[in-house]
């Protein structure tokens, strides 16, 4: 074991309170103006190396002096941590209770439940799907970054007093420790982002460094240590710097200035569209460990981060990350829309008022008050009971029967109305899956991505009330059915799509009907836009949009956005039809029309004013996706196969209907028919199955 140094008294450092300021701030300004400060969420990485030496340097002080107890740091925790996510906790069920429809608060109560026990990020990483809400509509999305830093908290003491008893080398721990997670974050984040981002054992570095950092004030000879010394005598060779001391604080103060550089140059050059964490996420976490190592005393740590400003906003910079989001979520909802400059700003200043409060009037009695351990039992009481109440209204689907809910429950039930694939057999043979209405071999091949998945419901309820053929489903979501086409980011499983098709063809000798269908829409209108914007999932801002669809044939590639490869991709898909049409009876499936009108949440304009609706329930189907139609009816009356055109159902007379004749909507989404309205409702396709 390393030699001892005596690190018993350990002084405030209010630089340390500046750099939580320009963490939390980064990432307010990240969250309320993203398209000034892009990369201001590499503040919750700055929060992770903080508070991976800051809980380090208490526990090896603890050790030290060997007063360490469990029972004693899990207290200071709760007392910590407990008072304002308590209150932030309670405000969001309070506020959701009024303004959420039933699927919204069902979610809310979720993460209530989630945030109560730490596992926020578990959850959100399972939310994660293709038919995930927006992050707009989920108040606590930010404490995925609270349950990593807890789920730490609780397994680093163990890990460092069980090294401390074994008299084993902390800092070779921590090092492995570090290593492995960040080996496991190089590994997935270009195949696994999701996990990357919400998982500890890919997020565990950050902090560990934070802690091998702490370790080097209690231990001599360290790395750190030795790297100081063989610099200053660098210096001293090529400078002539007479008093060695001069040396020292020369490197102190580049050190510091290297430190904040490179977390300016993160907060402002890094984007969402980088792959993160990843190796970006060094740069922030480095620039963070120079500045604590450079000391309290460097220039730019007294004077920029030392100052009474920078001091104040690290004090409440806990309830400051713990409000500003919910406040900024809930005025999206209300209004159903991007918040404007005034709103946002207002909100910033909002938050800030709410955070002083917080803290001053209950994060800081509870904290550093008399009766220590009467006020951890009702912290863990009252966090209990408002876990229990999230469940509570998790298992209860929101409480449908609230007053603003209960107006709206025809918008829950169709946004949450999707059955596929109820009521499908699961079908595998040699690593090919289908869903069919039946075990006997399929006449009927209905092929494309999640706009073919919804007729499955249909399907399945003529089975049940007429003689149905056998029929089955090869879909995976967003993968079109064209030979040659591709998407290298966020549809790579689809590269091999149409070869198992043809697989499937190969060894299905009863099929005699083939139905290609997907969102045509999707990939030949939105994905040829020049701009190809849409809303970052995670901020309010206007991104490019992560798909990119091109055709690729022997090497040459043609992208959709401002190339040749919509021309292509149609070309293609004519193609396949035609060689398809010599052996079956081919049909193409047009796609229903799309659009943010068709969302059912949108039928709501201002959830403070119930009555408040857009001003008609049809609109002209657009003209894009009619000329799209009937460039897709040309093609594939040309190759000889037939078309299923929705539009006439939908649209009559080219107006299209969001609610049926009973007021509900027909949608679940922008884009995909409710299931119920499918089961109900005789379509074009069923000729298909009955003729």
């Not at 603003?404 to 109820?422: G, M």
Request: aromatic share 12%.
């Amino acid at each position: 074991m390393l030699p001892i140094k005596d690190a018993t008294h350990q002084r405030y450092r209010a630089d340390i309170d500046g750099l939580r300021a320009l963490a939390v701030l980064s990432v307010v300004g990240f969250h309320m103006f993203p398209e000034r400060i892009p990369g201001g969420f590499v503040g919750v990485d700055i929060f992770y190396v903080i508070s991976g030496y800051l809980i380090s340097t208490i526990i090896f002080t603890s050790l030290q002096t060997g007063k360490f107890s469990f029972v004693e740091f899990y207290s200071r925790r709760i007392r910590r941590i407990f008072p304002a996510l308590l209150i932030v906790l309670s405000a969001s069920f309070a506020v959701g209770w009024n303004i959420l429809l039933a699927d919204e608060y069902k979610q809310l109560g979720k993460h209530i439940a989630g945030a109560a026990t730490f596992i926020s990020n578990y959850i959100l990483w399972q939310e994660s799907s293709y038919f995930d809400t927006s992050a707009t509509t989920k108040p606590l999305l930010h404490l995925w970054s609270l349950g990593i830093e807890e789920q730490f908290y609780i397994a680093w003491p163990l890990l460092l007093v069980l090294t401390w008893k074994q008299r084993l080398n902390p800092q070779v721990i921590i090092v492995l420790t570090a290593t492995i997670s960040f080996s496991l974050n190089i590994a997935i984040y270009q195949s696994s982002p999701v996990e990357d981002f919400y998982s500890p054992k890919t997020r565990f570095w950050e902090l560990a460094s934070g802690s091998l950092l702490a370790s080097s004030i209690f231990y001599k000879n360290t790395f750190f240590e030795r790297f100081y010394c063989a610099l200053e005598e660098h210096l001293n060779k090529i400078l002539h710097l007479p008093p060695k001391k001069t040396a020292r604080e020369l490197l102190r103060n580049f050190e510091s200035v290297l430190g904040v550089m490179l977390i300016v140059l993160s907060v402002l050059n890094i984007t969402k569209q980088n792959a993160f964490p990843g190796i970006l996420a060094t740069i922030p976490v480095i620039g963070t460990i120079f500045v604590i190592s450079a000391g309290a005393h460097t220039w730019l740590n007294r004077f920029l981060l030392s100052n009474r400003v920078a001091i104040w906003f690290g004090t409440i910079s806990y309830p400051l990350y713990l409000w500003h989001w919910p406040l900024l979520a809930f005025t999206y909802i209300i209004d159903n829309e991007i918040p404007g400059y005034f709103v946002r700003i207002t909100t910033t200043v909002i938050s800030i008022a709410l955070a002083w409060a917080t803290y001053a009037i209950i994060e800081r009695p509870i904290r550093f008050g008399t009766q220590p351990k009467k006020k951890t039992v009702a912290l863990l009481s009252l966090m209990s009971l408002i876990g229990f109440t999230g469940c509570i209204t998790y298992w209860r689907e929101g409480i449908p029967n609230r007053s603003f809910s209960e107006r709206h429950n025809a918008i829950s039930e169709a946004v949450n109305d999707w059955k596929w694939p109820v009521g499908l057999n699961k079908m595998e043979k040699d690593g090919l899956i289908l869903y069919g209405n039946s075990t006997h071999p399929p006449t009927i091949l209905i092929v494309g991505d999640s706009h073919v998945m919804q007729f499955g419901p249909r399907v399945v309820h003529l089975g049940q009330h007429t003689q149905m053929p056998p029929v089955a489903f090869m879909t995976d979501i967003g993968c079109p059915l064209v030979p040659f086409v591709f998407d290298d980011e966020r549809h790579q499983h689809c590269r091999s799509f149409v070869d198992k098709f043809r697989e499937i063809l190969k060894k299905s000798i009863d099929i005699q009907k083939i139905v290609i269908g997907g969102c045509w829409n999707c990939y030949f209108i939105d994905q040829t836009k020049p701009s190809g914007l849409v809303h970052h999932p995670q901020t309010f801002k206007l991104v490019n949009d992560p798909q990119n669809f091109y055709y690729e044939k022997s090497g040459a590639k043609s992208l959709f956005r401002g190339h040749d490869g919509k021309k292509l991709a149609i070309a293609s898909l004519r193609e396949m039809l035609a060689d398809l049409s010599k052996n079956y009876s081919v049909y193409l499936l047009l796609d229903n029309p799309n659009g943010e009108f068709f969302n059912p949440r949108n039928i709501l304009r201002n959830r403070l004013n119930i009555t408040r609706r857009i001003a008609t329930d049809t609109i002209d189907i657009p003209q894009e996706q009619l000329n799209l139609n009937n460039e897709l009816r040309s093609i594939a009356l040309g190759a000889g196969a037939r078309v299923i055109d929705q539009i006439h159902d939908l649209c009559p007379n080219n107006k299209c209907f969001r609610l049926d004749k009973f007021g509900r909507p027909i949608y679940k989404d922008e884009n995909h028919l409710r299931s119920s309205f499918v089961i109900e409702t005789k379509s074009k396709l069923d000729d298909v199955f009955l003729e």
